[in-house]
T-cell receptor, first 112, second 114 residues
Framework: DVKVTQSSRYLVKRTGEKVFLECVQDMDHENMFWYRQDPGLGLRLIYFSYDVKMKEKGDIPEGYSVSREKKERFSLILESASTNQTSMYLC???????????FGPGTRLTVL | AQSVTQPDIHITVSEGASLELRCNYSYGATPYLFWYVQSPGQGLQLLLKYFSGDTLVQGIKGFEAEFKRSQSSFNLRKPSVHWSDAAEYFCAVGASTGANNLFFGTGTRLTVIP
């Protein structure tokens, strides 16, 4: 079974802090994604990566950056957290040639 | 433009009753279609997918969905709902080849009454 893990299930940070959300997948998938999920808005794509060191902006990249130094790991970075970034963050991975994404359990981030 | 509409924000059904969750999509190419389920506090789990072929697809947990190209719909059904089916359900659409991303609907929350 594909396994996508996220470093924290719950995280509380203060406004202005730098925040790292980590995601690791164990199936050698080429593609990885970061979404945020908010009530009534569904899932919105923040960034995705189709290869090591490669990244593409999604629909809502403002206030976020990403890093993919190794194939299995995709990090989401909030350079200076703000209260409007309080949300559920979901990581997903996808093998090349198949448009089927596998999700991690999510990180619920609260910014105070 | 690509989009997915789930017109029902919240549905309540009695345990044992049948269920249909609606999904309409707009997509410029041949679509791949998915239904995911999210239990409270959890990530998304794939219920079923349609890529091609038979338009009625079977998934896990007794769910099925029917692709209707003429109506741009991919509705999810279950003949008899169990209390454990209470969750949020997301429909998603993506390209059949090439593109990386999926487009998600806003979700339908299912409540099951004992």
């Amino acid at each position: 079974d594909v396994k996508v893990t996220q470093s924290s299930r719950y995280l509380v940070k203060r406004t202005g802090e730098k925040v790292f959300l980590e995601c690791v997948q164990d199936m050698d998938h080429e593609n990885m994604f970061w979404y945020r999920q908010d009530p009534g808005l569904g899932l919105r794509l923040i960034y995705f990566s189709y290869d090591v060191k490669m990244k593409e902006k999604g629909d809502i990249p403002e206030g976020y950056s990403v890093s993919r130094e190794k194939k299995e790991r995709f990090s989401l970075i909030l350079e200076s957290a703000s209260t409007n970034q309080t949300s559920m963050y979901l990581c997903a991975s996808r093998p090349g040639g198949r448009n089927e994404q596998f999700f991690g359990p999510g990180t619920r981030l609260t910014v105070l | 433009a690509q989009s997915v509409t789930q017109p029902d924000i919240h549905i309540t059904v009695s345990e044992g009753a049948s269920l249909e969750l609606r999904c309409n999509y707009s997509y410029g190419a041949t679509p791949y279609l998915f239904w995911y389920v999210q239990s409270p506090g959890q990530g998304l789990q794939l219920l079923l997918k349609y890529f091609s072929g038979d338009t009625l697809v079977q998934g896990i947990k007794g769910f099925e969905a029917e692709f209707k190209r003429s109506q741009s719909s991919f509705n999810l059904r279950k003949p008899s709902v169990h209390w454990s089916d209470a969750a949020e359900y997301f429909c998603a659409v993506g390209a059949s080849t090439g593109a990386n991303n999926l487009f998600f609907g806003t979700g339908t929350r299912l409540t099951v009454i004992p």
